[in-house]
Nanobody, 125 residues
Framework: VQLQASGGGLVQAGGSLRLSCAAS????????MGWFRQAPGKEREFVAA????????YYADSVKGRFTISRDNAKNTVYLRMNSLKPEDTAVYYC???????????????????WGKGTLVTVSS
């Protein structure tokens, strides 16, 4: 599985962005998909994840109520809609894929099966 994230950019605080992550391969729907981010000088952190069917979603407390993860299995794409953006959301955002979800492992950004290259989101105050 190859992952390609896009959609990052510069936005003012309070604004919105939608990130996309396109995946190659025929087994996309088998994978949990997720988003992580890494701010300058900080460790990579979990943002959100979604099950293969899209029926289950998981969010970090810091983004709950502001970000929405979704997927379109027909397009092999996962999205992250980000609303009410804050300067502290500034980071490189990465998508990832894994065949299973364990809260502790995903929250530790540990051992995902596949990672995509990041896309930079900058939120100005």
């Amino acid at each position: 599985v190859q992952l390609q994230a896009s959609g990052g950019g510069l936005v003012q605080a309070g604004g919105s962005l939608r990130l996309s992550c396109a995946a190659s391969g025929r087994t996309f729907s088998r994978y949990y998909m997720g988003w992580f981010r890494q701010a300058p000088g900080k460790e990579r952190e979990f943002v959100a994840a979604i099950s293969g069917s899209g029926g289950s979603t998981y969010y970090a407390d810091s983004v709950k109520g502001r970000f929405t993860i979704s997927r379109d299995n027909a397009k092999n794409t996962v999205y992250l809609r980000m609303n009410s953006l804050k300067p502290e959301d500034t980071a490189v955002y990465y998508c990832a894929a894994d065949l299973s979800y364990t809260r502790s492992r995903w929250y530790a950004a540990d051992g995902m099966d596949y990672w995509g290259k990041g896309t930079l989101v900058t939120v100005s105050s």
